[in-house]
């Protein structure tokens, strides 16, 4: 019942899509049916999707099957079960034929229950390239700990997930057949370890935004520090400068440790004109507006900006007067 996997591919059963051939297979309902034990307590059986969120809870408990209402318009990814602590995978399988009900069979629930819940995570090892027919992926494969700093036990859930939507992960899911799904993906621990498959260059990947999450809880938010955001301001806080004079830019990264907080400057000419140095200490050039651009230098392409608007300053004011007089008797106009 695991990641009823992003059923790239196939989708197979209760899933919804067939990645490979480019076409999707949507289904709007998931039926899961206990065979040796039922949910119990506060266990509750949740469908991920590849977007992070998940299905309704349901009233599940003691019953020996149970249908969970599921968009057809998403990507599910995987399930788990979660009570309350602990997220888990138990046993699962499932059927193949779209023209059938889709069904998952679940085992072992208490079997596969982990003994405390995951906490955080690190690098089991330097990510390495693993090459598929659809193109290069790097392995990237976590330890994960619970609160005690121990490697968790069983079918932890973990879902890997990219605020880049078009970040490419492999269906690792044994049950189901190989294939591609974007934004994110479900899988458990085996030994405490678990393995996303991620397409990108090996040179690249520590320039990916991802999260792990292990049922509803964050447990490593932006695991790799890389740049999410950049607010760009002014000295002052204006929006208007003159030309002669200069003003001092500055960016305001997110996350505050961010690895890599530094950027490159430049400015797009719109109705004005204006130069930028390394520093951000931007010079007026010609009247108008300019934007202002803080690239991310961590190879994420991040981008912050700031409209300006440079004026031409006044000089001198010269007054003239009639017949060119220079004088005006009082009470007098002129």
Known sequence: MKRFSAYSSILASALVLILLSGCVQQRNQVEFRFEDDVLSGSQHVFVRYSDRTVTDQQDDIGKTSVTVSTYDSKKIVGGYVYDGNVSWVPNYSYSFDFNLPAIVFVSGILEHRPDSAAD?????????????????????????????GELVDDRTEIFAHS???????????????????????S??????????????????IMEKPISLYSGPKLISKNFFKVVESIEVS????????KVGDTLEMSAGILPVDAKQKTVTWSVENGTGSASINASGLLTPVSAGTVTVKATATDGTGVEGTKVITITVPVN???????????????????
Request: charged share 20%.
């Open 187 to 204: 899988s458990y621990t085996v030994g405490g370890l678990v393995t996303f498959l991620i397409k990108t260059d090996i040179n690249h």
């Open 234 to 241: 002014s000295a002052g806080d204006v929006s208007s400068l």
């Open 316 to 334: 001198a004011i010269t007054v003239t007067a009639a017949g060119e007089a220079s004088t005006v008797a009082t009470g007098s106009s002129l």
């Open 163 to 185: 605020t880049d939507s078009s970040l490419i992960f492999w269906d690792t899911d044994p049950v189901s057949s190989n294939g591609e799904v974007e934004e994110g993906f």
């Open 120 to 148: 955080h995570v690190v690098l089991a090892k330097e990510p390495e390239k693993v090459i598929k027919e659809s193109g290069d992926f790097v392995d990237l494969t976590f330890a994960v700990y619970d609160s005690y």
